[in-house]
């Protein structure tokens, strides 16, 4: 796990445009974890969530604070596993063939910045690995962000 680290280290070293980091990070993620339809930013802006620089099909543009997992993760600013999002109440499908998600909040110090969000079309797809994984790279990212 340490050498993924340090070659995201490398990947966003030198770089602080938040909108450059957002994309390649996505890109990382969706190339280092294997199986997933979905890996993306939504990016707080008063009582929304918005789309952020992602990888994967089109996606809904806006998530209203506290809906959807995206909504639950921000609310409850912890992250969030859902093996079956079929199974959870108010998911939102932005896409039809996601069967698990996993959202992680994007915190520096006590400001929220938004959220990691991946989909699989598998269920039961993430672990509490793959959520230490993505709550270290979630970490690195907001320690770059200019506040």
Known sequence: MQEKYAQYHALIEGETDSIALMANTSAFIMETMPRLNWAGFYILRDTDLVLGPF????????IALGKGVCGYCVSHQK???????HAFPGH??????SRSEM????LRGSILYGVIDLDSAEYNRFTDEDRLFIEQIAQIFAEKLVV
Request: with cysteine.
């Open 55 to 62: 990888q994967g099909k089109p996606a809904c543009y806006r």
């Open 92 to 97: 939102i499908a932005c896409d039809a063939a």
């Open 103 to 106: 959202v992680v909040p994007v």
């Open 79 to 85: 992250s969030i596993i859902v093996p079956d999002v």
